[in-house]
Structures are given as C-alpha cells and as structure tokens.
C-alpha cells in the first residue's frame, strides 16, 4: 500500500508540468515584488494558468522549468538515455501545448513572457531580471497606446454614426416639408428606422 502511493505521487509529480511555487518562480515574483509590479500568481482563469500576471500590463509571464519544455540548446535540457522515446514526446507535447497556449492568450490580448529557469542561475539572475522588469513596463505602454487607439476608433465610429443620423434627419425633414408629408406618416416613418447602429461600452476588455 505504502509503495501504491509513493508510485502515484510520482506520477502526479510527473503529469503536472505547471507546479506551482518552484524555486525560479519564488525568485522571479520576489523579484518583481521588489520592483514595486503587483500580480496574480497561478492564474486559472487564463489559457495555460500563467504563474504570474501583472492586469495593468497586459502581461503574462511563465517560468518555464528548462527540462519539461524542451529549452532548446540548454544545458539543462537533454533527454534521458533510458526510456527516450517516451521523454522525447512527452516533451514534444508539452512544447506544443507551451505555443498553443501562447497564441490563446495572444489573441486575447496578453503579451506573453517566458523566463527559462537556466536564465535565473547566479551568473545571469541580475541581468534576466532587469530585462524582464523592463520588458513588462514596455508592454504596459504599448498597452496603453492600444486602448487609446480603440477609444479613439470607436468615438470616431460614434461620430459617424450621429453625422449620418443627422444627414438622414436634414434630409427627411427636408422631403417631409416639400411633400407636406402628413404627422402620422412621418411618425410611422420614423418607427420604422430604429436601426442606426451605435456601438456602446467601454473598449477597455480587461479579462
Ligand atoms: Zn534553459
């Protein structure tokens, strides 16, 4: 029985890529904390459950373990010499999932980063670090330059709208007095063009 359960543990351990609070990923949010950024960590409501996200941003950051998504040409990367097969499409797997789950979060918007786990080592922490805080302040200010864009867009969609609403009203106010066209009908007229499309919302999609 004991050993039952030492085997399933093994293979939860196994079949979850995404743990949660490893080492690199402790290092990167105490980082980022530092830093003054705020986020959510472990995010299951996004594609891919992102280990961290930062809202004002935009963006979602993985920190990749380097064996389970296959980094390639990494030193912490090489297949076993027993079983490779197995490893091989395991991993292939995981790496397909990793760009699929990119590409969800993409075409919702996210800017996604990812950290590899051999980029936090002694030799190269300080540097990973500054080039993801600086990477995640540049997606905040593209960010915000594509909101301002879909703000602008739809007030002009809006404009348009009204602008041609108007030109319709001159011009039925205009047929209606050179016809004498009765009240009734105008009335009727009227009701029956109830459809001027005018988007309303917020552009803001926050998720
Ligand atoms: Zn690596």
């Known amino acids: 029985m004991a050993d039952r359960m030492t085997a399933e543990r093994r293979h939860r351990c196994m079949s979850h890529i995404r743990s949660r609070d490893t080492a690199p990923e402790v290092l990167v949010r105490k980082a980022l904390f530092a830093s003054g950024f705020r986020f959510r960590v472990n995010v299951t409501s996004l594609p891919g459950t992102p280990d961290i996200v930062l809202g004002k941003y935009r963006t979602a950051v993985f920190v990749n373990g380097c064996f389970w998504h296959g980094h390639e040409h990494c030193r912490l990367y090489s297949i076993p010499k027993t079983n490779t097969g197995f490893w091989m499409q395991k991993i292939q797997r995981n790496r397909r999932r990793d760009a699929a789950v990119a590409i969800r979060l993409q075409t919702r ?9 051999c980029s936090l080592d002694t030799a190269h922490r300080k540097e990973t670090l500054e080039a993801l805080a600086a990477r995640i302040r540049k997606n905040g200010e593209e960010y915000m330059e594509e909101q301002a864009a879909r703000k602008a867009a739809l007030q002009e969609r809006r404009a348009q709208a009204a602008a ?4 319709k009203n001159s011009l039925s106010e205009e047929i209606y007095s050179r016809y004498n066209v009765p009240r009734r009908i105008r009335k009727a007229s009227e009701d029956y063009e109830c459809g001027y499309d005018i988007p309303s919302g917020t552009p803001d999609g926050q998720d």
């Open 109 to 117: 918007g996210w800017k996604v980063v990812t950290v590899w786990e």
């Open 164 to 167: 041609s609403k108007a030109r």
